[in-house]
């Protein structure tokens, strides 16, 4: 685990055990599993793809511990959620990615509420997930699929992150950025697989990572690639490559209308 992470992960044990003070576990279990309306985020994704569009998830972010803030200015998660769903009329977002990581990447639990109230997108929470108490929290706020980073977490308790989640019928994507994360992640039962083309330790971004992962995927697992998307000959190399799903962020987040962006790269 690199400096950065290592740093993360212990804000969020910090996070975990002041939230349990709040709010013991066995009630936010009870008020996760009392939610039973989840939305498809894995049959959304995979519609867009058999009607031959990119599956898109679309991010929304106010900033990074890389790049500082990312969207400056006025920051509506609900404007910014059916900008996405709409996008131009004819390419649109598949499902969102909300960050909700408050110290790191200015994000909140609300950001989340508010794009999933305002729209018919599944959402994702992007958060930094290495406690079961999370993965609850995250069913009752509204999520309907979690990330799990394989750099953060062992074997055992991704499994067991995992298996919470999929009880609670909600999406897993599984994070990886090489070859030894990504043998880990496909001994999980997820279709998901997230191949982060942003290096742990040099932090470049090089979208060969995904073109020389994709042929460990198998068919029946749904790769999606993440951060270096940023024009249209990005796009048209991966999906030349076979690679049809994609989270994107940033580009989205620096333009006036996130929406009409989204469609603009990938028409």
Do not use: W
């Not at 649109?92 to 609300?110: E, I, P």
């Amino acid at each position: 685990m690199t400096d950065i992470l290592h740093t993360i992960c212990a804000t969020k044990r910090e996070e975990v055990a002041a939230a349990q003070k709040r709010r013991p576990l066995n009630d936010m279990r009870r008020d996760a599993e009392s939610r039973v309306l989840t939305r498809d985020f894995i049959g959304s994704l995979r519609a867009k793809i058999a009607a031959g569009q990119a599956a898109v998830i679309a991010e929304i972010k106010k900033a990074s511990p890389s790049k500082g803030v990312i969207r400056a200015g006025e920051f509506i998660p609900a404007d910014l959620a059916q900008s996405y769903a709409e996008g131009d009329g004819q390419v649109s977002a598949a499902c969102l990615s909300v960050l909700t990581d408050r110290q790191y990447f200015q994000g909140q639990a609300d950001y989340l509420k508010q794009a999933r109230a305002s729209c018919p997108l599944p959402v994702l929470r992007k958060d930094f997930m290495i406690d079961p108490y999370q993965i609850y929290e995250s069913r009752a706020m509204g999520a309907d699929c979690i990330l799990l980073i394989a750099a953060c977490l062992d074997d055992g308790l991704m499994a067991e992150l995992e298996a919470i989640a999929l009880g609670l019928d909600m999406a897993v994507l599984v994070e990886v950025h090489d070859s030894a994360e990504l043998e880990r992640a496909l001994r999980l039962k997820t279709p998901l697989i997230g191949i982060n083309n942003r290096n742990l330790h040099s932090f470049q971004v090089s979208l060969d990572t995904t073109l020389a992962l994709r042929q460990q995927v198998p068919p029946e697992r749904l790769l999606i690639t993440e951060s270096g998307i940023a024009t249209r000959e990005d796009v048209q190399r991966l999906r030349q490559a076979d690679v049809q799903a994609f989270l994107v962020g940033e580009s989205f987040m620096r333009a006036e209308q996130p929406g009409l962006e989204l469609a603009r790269l990938f028409a």
